[in-house]
């Protein structure tokens, strides 16, 4: 199968050379370009531990000055990808279910009341971790290190082949990547074509914009590219 992969580099290539692997032929058209914010300051004060949302936010964080006033802190990943996208020095990683909630959750089981946490993230954040804890008495802190900048249309490669039916499945990993590329084909005055391809999501967060264009949207059992690739043998 011909498939369509969105996500933002270098994951993307990542997934386009297991794609290969598998025996598919990826076409890959990044929807959003990750960029760091090399002015973002470290909110003072002390912490309890450092959480992770995002692998951007893991590899940027690797970047930062910062991280050496963090190591020896508790770290809290919200999936196995960005546990591994990490830095070292940390003094446990715990690793919750790969969604917010499944993080909110992990955070309120492990974390005691009177903490309080660093968010390490991006400018667009799925889940407002300070709103989930507030009843647990948990305080978070945001470290915005980065933002993700939506592609300004599709490539010729894309629309060609968008427009020629030949995207058989397209894999969405991200609200943010599934809206950007929804309202470009839109643009392009492609629903149709868009309706026809098999667009498999990490989350019902991920199919909405795309189920909102018209376009059938296929939600995997888990939010991991595992899922995503189970979903695309059936």
Same mark, same amino acid.
């Given at each position: 199968?011909?498939? +369509?992969?969105?996500?933002?580099?270098?994951?993307?290539?990542?997934?386009?050379?297991?794609?290969?692997?598998?025996?598919?032929?990826?076409?890959?058209?990044?929807?959003?370009?990750?960029?760091?914010?090399?002015?973002?300051?470290?909110?003072?004060?002390?912490?309890?531990?450092?959480?992770?949302?995002?692998?951007?936010?893991?590899? %940027?964080?690797?970047?930062?000055?910062?991280?050496?006033?963090?190591?020896? +802190?508790?770290?809290?990943?919200?999936?196995?990808?960005?546990?591994?996208?990490?830095?070292?020095?940390?003094?446990?990683?715990?690793?919750?279910?790969?969604?917010?909630?499944?993080?909110?959750?992990?955070?309120?089981?492990?974390?005691?009341?009177?903490?309080?946490?660093?968010?390490?993230?991006?400018?667009?954040?799925?889940?407002?971790?300070?709103?989930?804890?507030?009843?647990?008495?948990?305080?978070?802190?945001?470290?915005?290190?980065?933002?993700?900048?939506?592609?300004?249309?599709? %490539?010729?490669?894309?629309?060609?082949?968008?427009?020629?039916?030949?995207?058989?499945?397209?894999?969405?990993? %991200?609200?943010?990547?599934?809206?950007?590329?929804?309202?470009?084909?839109?643009?392009?005055?492609?629903?149709?074509?868009?309706?026809?391809?098999?667009?498999?999501?990490?989350?019902?967060?991920?199919?909405?914009?795309?189920?909102?264009?018209?376009?059938?949207?296929?939600?995997?059992?888990?939010?991991?590219?595992?899922?995503?690739?189970?979903?695309?043998?059936?």
């Amino acid at each position: 199968m011909r498939v +369509l992969v969105t996500r933002p580099q270098p994951d993307a290539a990542v997934t386009a050379r297991r794609l290969a692997l598998a025996g598919h032929e990826a076409i890959v058209d990044p929807m959003l370009i990750v960029a760091t914010l090399p002015g973002a300051r470290l909110p003072s004060g002390d912490f309890d531990g450092v959480v992770l949302t995002s692998v951007n936010g893991a590899r %940027s964080l690797g970047e930062r000055a910062e991280l050496d006033q963090l190591r020896g +802190l508790p770290l809290y990943a919200v999936g196995k990808r960005t546990a591994a996208a990490a830095p070292p020095g940390f003094a446990r990683v715990a690793v919750a279910g790969g969604d917010g909630a499944a993080l909110a959750a992990l955070l309120g089981r492990e974390v005691p009341a009177g903490a309080r946490l660093l968010h390490v993230a991006g400018e667009e954040r799925a889940v407002d971790l300070a709103a989930a804890l507030a009843a647990r008495d948990i305080a978070v802190e945001l470290f915005v290190i980065y933002r993700a900048i939506p592609a300004t249309g599709l %490539s010729a490669a894309t629309r060609a082949a968008v427009a020629g039916g030949q995207i058989d499945a397209a894999f969405h990993f %991200s609200p943010r990547t599934a809206a950007t590329l929804a309202g470009h084909v839109l643009g392009a005055g492609l629903q149709p074509e868009l309706a026809r391809i098999r667009h498999l999501c990490f989350s019902h967060l991920v199919a909405a914009p795309l189920r909102a264009a018209g376009a059938p949207a296929l939600v995997a059992e888990a939010p991991t590219e595992d899922a995503l690739f189970a979903l695309l043998e059936t």
